[in-house]
């Protein structure tokens, strides 16, 4: 296929998706290799950014999706939902500062560092997912870990988890150093004018 070709193919499927969608799975279905791949996202990363359009095309880690633009978000909650959603709560805030960084973590190790219980805390982030699971300890009991999910990734902005603002100091005492973390996570959806959850171009 040419170039243009190529967009309107890779435009469509991630449309149809909904999700997120690997860049193994995008290559093998439009029959092309991994930097022509990334050079026609790119181009319609570009091309969406420059003409303002109501579209933007994120890539997350190893994958791509089509989200709206957050400049357009309040229309898009107004005309579809008919209020605005909540935010995140303070304790939510809090144990998902904790994973993104120390991810995979159990929930005893959220627990320890906030100081309080986060079990319910933790299930409606998972409910919103914001975390998943990732395997069990290999300890007795086999606790399971938790770790940050994509729809974290597009929710504040980020391509990969190497762009979270570096790690505070951890000698500090655990609220402290807990409110550091929040604090990053806190002007990462400044920057990005992100809210929780963004709305996707089109539901699954």
Known sequence: MEIKELESALEGVLFAAGEPVAVERLCLGLEVDRPTLDAVAQQLMDKYSY????????????????????EFAPCIRKT???????RLS????????????????????????????????????????????????????RPMQFKTTKNFLRSFGLSSLEELPELPNQSQEGG???????????????????????LPAKEP
Do not use: F, H
């Open 51 to 70: 003409d303002r359009r109501g579209i933007r095309l994120l890539k997350l880690d190893t994958s791509y999706q089509l989200c709206s633009a957050p």
């Open 90 to 141: 303070q304790p939510a805030l809090e144990v998902l500062s904790i994973i993104a960084y120390y991810q995979p973590v159990t929930r005893a190790y959220v627990d320890q560092v906030r100081g309080v219980d986060s079990s319910y805390t933790m299930g409606l982030l998972v409910e919103r997912e914001l975390i998943e699971e990732a395997g069990r300890l290999a300890v007795p009991g």
């Open 80 to 86: 579809l939902e008919g209020r605005k959603p909540a």
């Open 176 to 198: 402290q150093l807990t409110l550091e973390l929040e604090a990053n996570l806190a002007r990462l959806r400044e920057a990005k004018t992100a809210e929780v959850p963004e």
